[in-house]
């Protein structure tokens, strides 16, 4: 069984809530995630049946009273995003409509986060759409895990709790590496923020790569920004998705003299060929969260290794109940 710890007992979490019972409702993203939440939390996952017609339109039964509860949705809006998505709407939409006092959509991994602006003339902003959208289907509070932009909070008119993975990788990194010949490396500039707190929490220093194409039709070059020569580089990224950047990454580094390149990523996406490009690449470890359900293929992957995130999850759904501050987890 998982331990949660509260601030106030040190011990395990005694879950009490000021706005009602406690009630956990999974969607279908994550059923394994959302299993050990309950676990940790010592709460059964609120009966439910979430289904299909044989048009694949989605229905949803809350199979117990949830009157006057203080609801927690976990829903990942990973692959399939749209069913999922629409699932987690959904639920919520039966969750009010069933008198839950209050509904907080836990959303570990954000999909569409990265359309978090106008990338040309008459392009949406897919992640304010999804923003509206689960406002109003009727959820009070947005708990997310490392958004891929901080910024997108502000798409929300409802209080918005974006946990970070990064105290749970820092316990990872701090046991397995000699801190002392540690190098963090931000894979992009726009990664730069999340892998200098990180380095920061490990008082290691930070290198860049900075990614340019100098002349359209030539290929990106990688340029390093810092010595990593002997080095064990550790990159730092909240998403990843082809594995592009990350293998590329790596090449970049032990071509400029790194000794052996690691990566800690929050949200395995892993699209296509993804999980084959990090098998096949020089990446020596890859580690993920379990944000998105990890495969059974990537599972299976040698150099993955996924680090589980309920505990984290679960303490922050705890405090949330409790009106304790969640903030403080961080600290
Ligand atoms: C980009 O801004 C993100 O932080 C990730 O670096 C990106 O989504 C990774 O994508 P891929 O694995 O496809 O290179």
Redesign the pocket.
């Known amino acids: 069984m998982l331990n949660v710890v509260s601030t106030k007992t040190g011990g395990k979490a005694t879950m009490s809530a000021k706005n009602g019972s406690i009630k956990l409702v999974a969607g279908n993203s994550n059923p394994a995630l959302a299993q050990q939440v309950s676990a940790a939390l010592e709460i059964p996952l609120t009966k439910a049946s979430v289904r299909r017609f044989a048009d694949m339109e989605i229905f949803v039964e809350i199979l117990e009273n949830v009157r006057g509860s203080d609801v927690f949705v976990i829903q990942s809006t990973s692959y399939p995003a749209n069913d999922h998505l629409m699932e987690l709407l959904i639920i919520i939409d039966a969750l009010r409509r069933a008198s839950a006092r209050r509904i907080t959509a836990v959303v570990p991994y954000f999909g569409y986060a ?1 359309q978090d602006r106008k990338v040309g003339s008459r392009a949406p902003i897919s992640a304010k759409l999804v923003a509206n959208l689960i406002t109003h289907a009727g959820a009070d509070r947005v708990m997310t895990l490392d958004l ?1 932009a901080g910024q997108i909070q502000g798409f929300f008119d409802i209080p918005t709790d974006n946990l970070y993975a990064s105290p749970v990788m820092v316990r990872d990194i701090r046991e397995k590496f000699d801190l002392a010949n540690v190098m963090v490396v931000s ?2 500039v ?2 730069v923020v999340r892998a200098r707190s990180l380095a920061k929490r490990i008082n290691a220093p930070l290198a860049i790569i900075d990614k340019r194409r100098e002349r359209a039709g030539e290929s990106e070059v990688m340029n390093v920004i810092g010595d990593v020569a002997g080095f064990t580089c550790i990159l730092i ?10 293998v590329n990454a790596a090449d970049a580094l032990l071509a400029n003299g790194a000794k052996e390149v690691y990566a800690y990523l929050t949200h395995g ?1 892993l ?1 296509g060929g ?1 999980t084959a490009r990090v098998a096949n690449s020089r990446l020596k470890e890859m580690v993920i969260t379990d944000s998105i359900q990890p495969t059974d293929a990537v599972r299976a992957v040698k150099n993955i290794r996924v680090l589980p995130i309920a505990p984290l999850i679960a303490e922050a759904i705890s405090r949330t109940a409790a009106e304790e501050s969640v903030s403080s987890l961080f600290d």
């Open positions: 990265r891929h894979p992009d726009g990664g990224d909240d998403i990843v998705d082809s594995g592009g950047t990350l996406v699209s993804a």
